[in-house]
DNA sequence: TAATCGTGGATATTTTTTATCCACGAATTG
DNA sequence: CAATTCGTGGATAAAAAATATCCACGATTA
C-alpha cells in the first residue's frame, strides 16, 4: 500500500499558498521549481486540486494559484481525496463468491466481515486527517538572503519576481 | 493509493483457516482452489503469512497450512503487515529541502509537520486494524450438498478429500 | 522409495503510476 | 489591440509495481 508522490507535492505547494500575503499567487512553474520536481506532473494534481474547490486559478501575466477558502476550512483529507480519489484503499472483490464452492446462496448473502472491518479501520484513518487543517499545519519557514525569516511561500515570490522583472 | 489484491486472498484463507477442526490443514492448492485465484500467488502471500509467524506448515502428503495461534491472537493488522509490508504509506520525501530555496538551515530542520500529522493518522489505521481479530471475524458458513450448513474451509476440506481419495 | 508438499529464487507478464508533450482558449499587460 | 503569460485537457510515452508463473531443491510421510 503505497500513496503516490503526488499527495506530498500537493499538500506542500497548499501550505505554501497558505502563506503568501493577500491577493499573492503562485503559477505552477514556480510551484514546481520551488520544490525541485516536474512542472507538467504538479500541474496535474494542481488541476485536481482546483476542480475540488480547493484553489482557484488566476489566469493571465501574474496569474497563478492560490486557495479558494481559509486555511482552517482546508483539510488534509480534503486534499488526499483530489489528488488519489476517494476510491478506498482496501477493495473487495467478493473472492467468498469465487471457486468451486462460492457463498452463493442469498441466505448467505449478508456483508463480508471483512471487508467491514477494513473500510471501518479506512473511515478512522480519513476522520483523522479530516482532523487536521491547513491551519494546524502551520507556515513553512525559510531564512532570506538579509538574515530575516520569512514564509516560504513569500520568500520564493520575490525571487521569482526579481528574476522575471529582468 | 491501493492495498494489493493478496491482501484480500490472504485475510480470506487465514480466516478459512481458522475454521477448520483440530489437526486439520488445507494446502496451498486447496485454498487457491476455492479462492479461485492462482495458486504461485497465492503461495507467495502464505510464506509471508508462516514467516511472520501467522501461520504454520506441515509437509509431506496430506500437508498444508494451519493457524500458528489462536484466531483471538491473530489480528487484521497482523495479516496486512506480513502481506504488504510495514512500510507507511506516505512517504515524505522531505520535498522541503529541494528547489533552489531549500529548508536547510539546522534552525529550521524541525520535523515536518506534514509528515507527522499523516502518520499519526495511518498510526490511528493500523491501531482500528489491531483491534480487529480473526475470532472477531467469525467463520464463513456455506450450504453443503446434504442441505445442512458448514464451515467453509470444513466443506471445501472434505470436498478436497474425496477427491484425492479417488 | 515414491509421492506430496512447502521453500525460495528467478523471471515473465500485466497493470498502474508517473511524467511529458502539444494545441487551445482565456485574461491581462503595455 | 496585440503580444505575452497562464491554465485546460487530452493524448501519449516512460518508468515502476504489482501480479503471475516456473523450476530445482529439501523435507516428510504413506
Known amino acids: 500500500m503505497k500513496m503516490g508522490d503526488g499527495v506530498e507535492q500537493a499538500i506542500h505547494s497548499v501550505a505554501m499558498l497558505s502563506g503568501l500575503s493577500e491577493g499573492g499567487v503562485l503559477s505552477a512553474a514556480a510551484l514546481a521549481e520551488f520544490h525541485g520536481v516536474s512542472t507538467s506532473y504538479l500541474l496535474k494534481h494542481l488541476q485536481a486540486l482546483s476542480g475540488a474547490g480547493i484553489l ?4 493571465g501575466p501574474k496569474g497563478g ?11 488534509l483529507l ?4 483530489a489528488v488519489e480519489g476517494s476510491a478506498p484503499a482496501f477493495r473487495c472483490a467478493e473472492i ?8 452463493s446462496d442469498r441466505l448467505f448473502a ?5 471487508n467491514a472491518a477494513m473500510l ?3 473511515r478512522v484513518y480519513r476522520a483523522e486527517l479530516a482532523k487536521t487543517s491547513l491551519a494546524d ?3 513553512e519557514l525559510t531564512a532570506v538572503d538579509d538574515g530575516s525569516i520569512a514564509a516560504r511561500g513569500c520568500a520564493f515570490l520575490e ?3 526579481r528574476k522575471t522583472a529582468r
Open 159 to 161: 525571487i521569482h519576481e
Open 137 to 139: 499545519i502551520g507556515i
Open 56 to 59: 482557484d486559478t488566476v489566469p
Open 65 to 75: 494559484y492560490r486557495l479558494a477558502k481559509a486555511p482552517k476550512e482546508i483539510s
Open 96 to 103: 467468498r463468491q469465487r471457486g468451486p464452492n462460492p457463498v
Open 110 to 114: 449478508q456483508p463480508c466481515t471483512i
Open 120 to 122: 471501518k479501520a479506512e
Open 78 to 81: 480534503d486534499i488526499v481525496l
